[in-house]
């Protein structure tokens, strides 16, 4: 016959060698005489662990959540949020200065833009008078004027 634990040869009718036999009679003794403390299975590894144990020592896992003694529910603040905001504004602030509609300022600046008509449009009454005086600088000025007309929308707003 052969031994359960370690395969060698045993006495007839035995299922243990001698050396086997007095590891399992000390290991019945010392749980003897030794207090017994409650433990538990590991869910990740399936040890036997403390029953206290939040980390298992064999395979290193959290068994459970770490309690805190100042987290229990009687000790934990109450927080109050009121939020009383009603700001439902999106970006509709009203443009400042007076609308000058786009293609009305266009013409006057394509035929009239060396006296200054667009200028006078507009309400830049000091530019339209320069514009008169020195024939839209020379055509210059009323060249970049039509194309920075060109470009912005259309009512554009002027202060």
């Not at 207090?35 to 040890?47: D, E, L």
């Not at 987290?71 to 927080?79: A, D, E, F, R, Y």
């Not at 339209?128 to 000025?141: A, D, E, K, M």
Request: with cysteine; proline share 6%.
């Amino acid at each position: 016959m052969l031994c359960e634990k370690c395969g060698k040869e045993c006495p007839e009718g035995a299922r243990l060698c001698e050396a086997c036999r007095a590891q399992e009679q000390q290991a019945q003794e010392a749980a003897q005489t030794t207090p017994q403390a409650s433990t538990k299975f590991c869910v990740h590894c399936g040890k036997t662990i403390a029953e206290k144990a939040v980390i298992c020592p064999h395979c290193g896992c959290q068994v459970e959540q770490i309690a805190s003694a100042d987290k229990t529910p009687q000790n934990m603040p109450n927080i109050v949020i009121n939020n009383a905001n009603t700001n439902t504004n999106t970006n509709t602030a009203a443009p400042l200065g007076r609308p000058i509609n786009k293609w009305v300022a266009f013409v006057l600046c394509l035929l009239l833009g060396i006296f200054g008509a667009h200028k006078f449009y507009e309400g830049k009454i000091g530019m339209g008078i320069v514009y008169l005086l020195t024939g839209g600088f020379c055509g210059i000025g009323v060249l970049i004027d039509l194309i920075t007309i060109l470009i912005k929308p259309n009512p554009y707003y002027v202060f």
